[in-house]
Structure formats: C-alpha cells, structure tokens
C-alpha cells in the first residue's frame, strides 16, 4: 500500500459557487495544538507532510538569533522582525535591507535571492509606471537572507554559498528547525525555497507546534519567569519582533499585517507561499475554554495552494474557535468573506465553509 493510500483523504474546507453552481472546491488540513505539543482538533490528516514555506521563517530566524548575530552585527528588532517576513518590497522594506546588509559588512551582491514582482499591487503599479527593475534587495524575502548572511559573518563561516545546504549556517539551520519542532533531524525533509534557500517539509502539527512555542515564550517572557532557557527567551523575542512590527512582516493591507495589528499582541501569524498558514496564541480564558494547557497553535494546509482560500478559511477557523473580539475578527473581513463581483460590479457567486473539527481531548 502506497503512503498516499495510507493518509486520511484531505476534506473540502471551503466551496465556491457561481450563482447556485458549485464552481471550485478547496480542500485542506488543519490542526490545533496547545504548548505541550498535544493535539486538541483536527481536520483532515494533523500528520500531512507540510513545505511550511515561508511560515517556517520563525524557527530559521531563531537559528540565526542564537549564532549572537544580531549582537555581532547590531541588528534591532525590526530587523529581526524582517528576518521572519515575507514583505511587499516597499521602500521601508527594501531600505531595512540595505541597512541590514551594511550592518553585516555585506552587500547586495552577497544576497543569493533574485528580483521577482511585487506581492503588493500598489507597489507593482508604481514599479510599471517608474519603468523599476527589482534586484535582491527586492525580494520578499531579503530580510531573511540579510540575517543569513549575518549569520555566516557571526559564526566566521564564507558569505559565498550561504545559501547551500552544506554550508555551516545552513547545517545549523537544520539542526535548529528539527530540534525546535521537536523532531529528530533526519525527521524534516528539504527542498530549495523560491528564494534559493532550503525549506523545510515536516508533519503539518510541528507547524503549529512551533507556533504554540512562540506564543508560550512570550507568556513566560510577561511572567517574568525566572531562569528562563535561552531559546524561550530567543523565541520571546521572535515573537515581540513580530508582532511589534507587523507592517515589516507583511505590508500595507496584508494579511498578517492586518492579523497582527488587531490582536494587538494576542497571537502571531504567518503566511507560507502555497497555502500554509500558521498562527500562535498566547494563554488566555479562550485558548483553556479550547482544551489547551497554556498557548495554542494553529496550522492549516489548502491542497491546491490557492491564496484567497487560505486567508478565507485562517478567518474562519478564527470564528469557528472564537478566537479574539467579533471586532478584532472584522478586520479580515476583505479576507473573509469579500464580494464576488464581476467587472461590472454585479455580485456572482459566494464562498461557503464547511469546516468540522475533531476534537482529540
């Protein structure tokens, strides 16, 4: 029997209708765990071997905290907090990098990640419009190469090729992203990132296992827990860097921009290309009211990788798990549940969710 045979068949999420015909389907995974790593609900396979993408950001950011490189290279929190983005190639964004790199006696032409369009629209049409060509500094993920390449010069390795598995940082990148997800090393495979750096793929609860990790730090951090380990004090830190600076982890009118800034330090989310998401929440009577012995985390997969059905359902399983204000919820809204209009601004159809999950208590 092939592995495929022996996974649980991924269920629709959500259905898209034209009128009263069913037009699309999306089907998806999610599951919800508390800091202990126990599994509190589920929907379709927990265990499916998930490319977190660009929502592994995070655990490679911490990687790169704990070679001292920010030290070494004077790097702030917002730079911190651009290590974990994926951003839209505003000015703001492109100039942190730079300065990230000058701080890391680097250059542009260090950086082993290439020009792509913009994820912002707005900046696309300025882009067109200024007849612009984007180099490195433009990518959506400069900010996480910037601090790889603080990472090298921190642990005295070559700039060349920090980008390759073999490298030092890379191997301690590795090492990191298992550990922190509580796997053995050979238990995360990897593949090459748009960007040209490795990605890890792992079971799709180690997601939100990561996740309830971040937002645990952070509870301890307010606590003022004593003797606090140095990696929960490096993921406290992750954690405040980004959710102080949401507009650096994502951007004018993003997703997990507009998330993080409503919650106001609630939760962290963030988004991985190919529809993964993950979000951590920190302890509070809503995650108990859930089962959860502390923070939660929350990690979902759309199988065909589409962007509008992601967001749509993350909000959704927002609401589904009461998480957060009605208000707070409603500044996804545009994601939610936006209009179907043609170009005629007639509306056409709607997006039902039929999402159930299982409770594991």
């Known amino acids: 029997m092939s592995r495929s045979e022996l996974q649980p068949a991924a269920p629709v999420a959500a259905t898209i209708y034209r009128g009263e015909s069913v037009e699309n389907t999306h089907l998806a995974h999610v599951v919800v765990v508390d800091a202990d790593g126990r599994l509190l609900y589920s929907f379709g396979d927990a265990a499916r071997i998930t ?28 730079d911190l907090a ?50 612009f060509t984007p180099t490195g500094v433009c990518s959506n993920c400069s900010g996480k190469h910037a601090g790889m390449l603080a990472g090298a010069r921190s642990i005295g390795a070559a700039l060349a090729g920090y980008e390759l598995p073999a490298h030092p940082l890379q191997v301690r990148v590795k090492q990191t992203v298992a ?53 929960t004090a490096a993921l406290a830190r992750i954690y405040r860097a980004m959710t102080s600076y949401p507009e650096l982890v994502g951007g004018e009118g993003r997703f997990c921009t507009l998330l993080m800034r409503a919650f106001g330090g609630a939760l962290v989310g963030k988004v991985g290309a190919d529809g993964s998401y993950a979000i951590g929440v920190r302890a509070s009577r809503q995650t108990a009211r859930l089962g959860a012995k502390g923070a939660l985390g929350i990690a979902l997969k759309i199988e065909d990788g589409n962007a509008a059905a992601l967001y749509a359902v993350t909000a959704q399983l927002l609401a589904v798990l009461d998480i957060g204000t009605p208000e707070q919820r409603a500044t996804l809204d545009g994601f939610h549940a936006p209009k179907r209009l043609n170009t005629m601004g007639v509306e056409i159809g709607r997006m039902d969710f039929s999402i159930e999950l299982a409770a594991h208590r």
Request: aromatic share 4%.
């Open 51 to 78: 490319l977190a993408r660009s929502a592994a950001k995070p655990a490679q950011a911490l990687a790169v905290l704990e070679t001292g490189a920010l030290e070494h290279c004077g790097f702030d929190e917002a």
């Open 82 to 131: 651009l290590m974990c983005a994926s951003h839209s190639s505003e000015p703001r964004h492109i100039e942190r990098t730079r300065a990230m790199l000058a701080k890391a006696q680097a250059s542009e032409a260090d950086l082993r990640c290439g020009g792509h369009p913009p994820l912002s629209d707005a900046v696309y049409v300025d882009w067109i419009r200024r007849g």
């Open 179 to 231: 550990s922190v997800c509580d796997l053995p090393d050979d238990g995360v495979q990897w593949a090459i990132d748009g960007c040209n750096l490795p990605t890890p793929a792992f079971p799709l609860d180690r997601l939100a296992r990561l996740f309830a990790k971040l937002a645990a730090a952070q509870d301890r951090h307010e606590a003022g827990a004593a003797a606090t380990p140095p990696r």
